[in-house]
């Protein structure tokens, strides 16, 4: 069974959100998604400053196989991105809560984080998918 | 994130080693039509590195075997395939392709002179048709029987030599594309010195009642561990070896694949049984003359994956080619590919650009193998 911190909200598209509490929030892919995709190889960020919608492409994550969109799960503006995953992608898989993030976002709508399940939604919403 | 792997829905078969797969814990997707291995628990890139440095066993009983009898069989399997049969010595083993009219490559093959008949390996995705190809043009020479009811193991890597030894002292004899009947754990095998890695190993042939003993025997061996396909696929593409159905098909003809190693000058214009397979005009045509694009190998400047489909731009812009299998080597620790380029582009070092979601990246023209290949010649 993965690892789902209860902090922590979670999109359908098995990205997470950690709230900074200063409008800003940091975005990831989850245990469960890191261990489904398999060893990353690559990781495309979006660009500080770019504008990001919830719920569209963002950024890319490849892994040996195959390469896998990834979907903003907020709205706003992208204020840093993770650059130690250019030379070290593994981090996604061997930390994908903590030092894997992916990009973190001053967002324009804090109701989009409302929108996202909480870790006990997202458990079921794994079991779910699996049947 | 998106595009996980397909769940295993539609009626799809099982190999013998169904099973063990489970029991090794084997993520299973659909693959030609079977259910098989993408990869175990330690992941593609350690099951790559695991068959580099010491031994992996893969299954690969998906595959079509296929035995030809008769003692006009390799005379006849010559008419079908622009590769020298005939003179194919006892215990040798041949890599050959089914061409059609146009010199299209209809599947790549493996021919074995088993003695008192040919043993013939063809692609799992390609079987049905390839046993109807040569149903219709073989009939009438030879018995064609699809031996459903065998496995096929695949044991590769650098210490399966000294695994196999151990197993059975005789395959010590064995050298590259060469073949001996072998008893392994009990079990009577055909077992050539071959496989689709770039490194020394063996594919076996075993009865599918003693496959899953085959199998649990040689991963007693700690140099041994379970190897899927997602890995099989990351070795041979650093391996230089093409994949049907992605890198050769039947609008790519031997020629432009870069397979014309595989046709000997015994078929080929002046040689004794010149042409006399489909396609020979075309294909006898582009040895005399040339082509108009090639197969070749793709190395991208950076360390973004270019994978099948993207296309190629010389530097004015213009499409000059297409990527046909790409993806990271793990081996050579960066991206390759390789793909068709326009023969002006051809040449080693050809700078290009492949474009990866709607972006150019630099990409050179490279030469294959990839990584240096460990077969044993003895």
Redesign the interface.
Known sequence: MSNIPTELKYAK???WVRDEGDGTVFVG?TDH?QE????L??V?LPEVGETLTAGSECA????????????SPVSGEVVAVNQTL?DAPETVNEDAYGDGWLFRVEISDESDIDELMDADAYAGFIESEAH | MSEFAPPVKERLLRTPLYDLHLELGGKMVPFAGYEMPVHYPSGILKEHQQTRNLAGLFDVSHMGQVKLSGSRAAAAMEGIVPVDVIDLAVNCQRYALFTNDDGGILDDLMITNAGGHLFVVVNAACKEQDIAHMRRHLSGDCDIEPLNDRALLALQGPAAGEVMASLAPESRRLVFMTAARLSLAGADCFVTRSGYTGEDGFEISVAADRAEAVARELLAYEQVAPVGLGARDSLRLEAGLCLYGHDIDGSTTPVEASLLWAIQKVRRAGGAREAGFPGADVILEQIATGVSRRRVGIRPQSKLPVREGSELLDSAGNRVGTVTSGGFGPTVGAPVAMGYVDIAHSKLDTGLQAIVRGKPHPVRVAKTPFVEQHYYRG
């Open positions: 598209s098995h990205e892919i998604a489904q995709l398999g060893d190889v690559f495309e890319v994550v490849e892994s040996v196989k195959a390469a896998s969109d990834i979907y250019e």
